[in-house]
T-cell receptor, first 111, second 114 residues
Framework: GENVEQHPSTLSVQEGDSAVIKCTYS??????FPWYKQELGKRPQLIID?????GEKKDQRIAVTLNKTAKHFSLHITETQPEDSAVYFC??????????FGAGTTVTVRA | DGGITQSPKYLFRKEGQNVTLSCEQN?????MYWYRQDPGQGLRLIYY???????QKGDIAEGYSVSREKKESFPLTVTSAQKNPTAFYLC?????????????FGPGTRLTVL
């Protein structure tokens, strides 16, 4: 089955700096890559996603890039703010029911 | 945050007891899922259901059971056969079972086995 690895497991950044989280996947048939954000004590929520026919997608301060050849994708957060502090999960899917999640990255934005 | 609810928020169980976690959604979604969240391990799929009266095992189904008698409801039973049931359990739903549909999560149930 699909195996998604996520790095780093923890990330501390100064407010205003950028944060980058990287994920690799094993199944070349995967074609959908969402990112979920889980704030402390809250439920995971989709923040951005990308499909395999697109190399990059942006939404305000967040962006996701995809390299199908290397089988990795990354989340970029620019101008980090305290409300960006959360656990971020990447995931991969082959268009069937199943999302395979990475282990998560705990991001802390220091004021 | 409305639309998908879980109860109870906290649940304590003695060893050897079965316990049922509730998940309800009013989003008219066909697909529902159960995940287990452990520190450092992400979200692992226990069971999923793409339509009423149908469900399939996920990656870690052993010791768990589900039913899907109504579109709105997808209860999870943690049986005494589950060797390490203490965890945070998340229910989710999506409009269909296709992998590209956004999954909406419930607030979760934290189960502790005493």
């Amino acid at each position: 089955g699909e195996n998604v690895e996520q790095h780093p497991s923890t990330l501390s950044v100064q407010e205003g700096d950028s944060a980058v989280i990287k994920c690799t996947y094993s199944d070349s048939a995967s074609n959908y890559f969402p990112w979920y954000k889980q704030e402390l004590g809250k439920r995971p929520q989709l923040i951005i996603d990308i499909r395999s026919n697109v190399g990059e997608k942006k939404d305000q301060r967040i962006a996701v890039t995809l390299n199908k050849t290397a089988k990795h994708f990354s989340l970029h957060i620019t101008e980090t703010q305290p409300e960006d502090s959360a656990v971020y999960f990447c995931a991969a899917s082959k268009s069937d029911y199943k999302l395979s999640f990475g282990a998560g990255t705990t991001v802390t934005v220091r004021a | 945050d409305g639309g998908i609810t879980q109860s109870p928020k906290y649940l304590f169980r003695k060893e050897g007891q079965n316990v049922t976690l509730s998940c309800e959604q009013n989003l008219n979604h066909d697909a529902m899922y159960w995940y287990r969240q452990d520190p450092g391990q992400g979200l692992r799929l226990i069971y999923y259901s793409q339509i009423v009266n149908d469900f399939q095992k996920g990656d870690i189904a052993e010791g768990y059971s589900v039913s899907r008698e109504k579109k709105e409801s997808f209860p999870l039973t943690v049986t005494s056969a589950q060797k390490n049931p203490t965890a945070f359990y998340l229910c989710a739903s999506s409009i269909t079972g296709a992998g590209w549909n956004e999954q909406f999560f419930g607030p979760g149930t934290r189960l502790t086995v005493l």
